[in-house]
Nanobody
Framework: QVQLVESGGRLVQPGGSLRLSCAAS????????MGWFRQAPGKEREFVAG????????RHANSVKGRFTISREYAKNTVYLQMNSLRPEDTAVYYC???????????????WGQGTQVTVSS
């Protein structure tokens, strides 16, 4: 079992930056790839980014490529999502996930956090 707890979501102005954190506990952190999904009101969950256990392989959705960066820090069992140049369309609940492989299908991820709200508005 893996427990994931997100933090860092808040209201931010368009063009601003935000860093989300996800603290993992439970089973060996390094056995899992980690990722972020998001869900806006009335929309399906959308893959945002994923990172392998070694940290050398990352994948970002086209909608956030060049603006968002995923990273992980083993010493703290934590994965981050650095979000720059935020847009109103980035407004969503952001979920931290863990699973066996990076993929865009929500069903392929084994563990989910409770989510953190990010609102981009002036």
């Amino acid at each position: 079992q893996v427990q994931l707890v997100e933090s860092g979501g808040r209201l931010v102005q368009p063009g601003g930056s935000l860093r989300l954190s996800c603290a993992a506990s439970g089973r060996t952190f390094s056995n899992y790839v980690m990722g972020w999904f998001r869900q806006a009101p009335g929309k399906e969950r959308e893959f945002v980014a994923g990172i392998n256990w070694g940290g050398g392989i990352t994948r970002h959705a086209n909608s956030v490529k060049g603006r968002f960066t995923i990273s992980r820090e083993y010493a703290k069992n934590t994965v981050y999502l650095q979000m720059n140049s935020l847009r109103p369309e980035d407004t969503a609940v952001y979920y931290c996930v863990a699973g066996p492989r990076i993929g865009g299908d929500p069903g392929s991820w084994d563990y989910w956090g409770q989510g953190t709200q990010v609102t981009v508005s002036s």
